[in-house]
């Protein structure tokens, strides 16, 4: 390992998911070689996204909430203080929508009629039609099909 500074370097755009890298197991107590693909995947089950912008809202009965129209991963925290009839939460247009977009939305109390509106999406698909007290769910944009999915 001490011989790793001599190693030639190589441009990110060059490496491929057959590339490895040098990694130590401590469970093994040596070096070992790591896939960049089997690094990827790892980083993707691992890493912990932190990268939804919070709104929180206090709605009353009858609500209807607009998510912000600007491409960002979105936290709708809905936190009504009782329970509600009827609500609606306006998800981003597909104009503004971005490939892979995704808005969490959580609630702290009951909205017996919910509704997710599209906002000129193709489908909304797997969007439920009552919030129970504490119940979340993740949508997903996808460009290709202007359409929005349920994915937690």
């Given amino acids: 390992m001490s011989t790793i500074n001599q190693l030639s370097s190589v441009a990110s755009t060059a490496v491929t998911s057959s590339d490895n890298f040098v990694i130590y197991s401590n469970q093994n107590g040596d070096a070992r ?82 509704t997710l509106s599209g906002n000129g999406a193709t489908e909304v698909n797997g969007d439920p039609t009552v919030l129970a007290v504490g119940d979340s769910f993740t949508m997903k944009y996808n460009t290709q099909t202007t359409s929005w999915y349920k994915v937690a």
Wanted: glycine share 8%.
């Fill in 33 to 114: 070689k790591l896939s960049s693909a089997n690094l990827l995947e790892y980083i993707r089950t691992n890493l912990t996204d932190s990268d939804y912008i919070t709104t929180i809202s206090t709605p009353g009965d009858g609500f209807n909430i607009t998510i912000e129209q600007d491409g960002q991963n979105r936290w709708a925290l809905l936190r009504p203080t009782g329970a509600l009839t009827t609500g609606t939460l306006v998800l981003p247009a597909p104009a503004v929508a971005v490939d892979g977009q995704e808005i969490l939305v959580t609630t702290t109390n009951q909205v017996a009629t919910f």
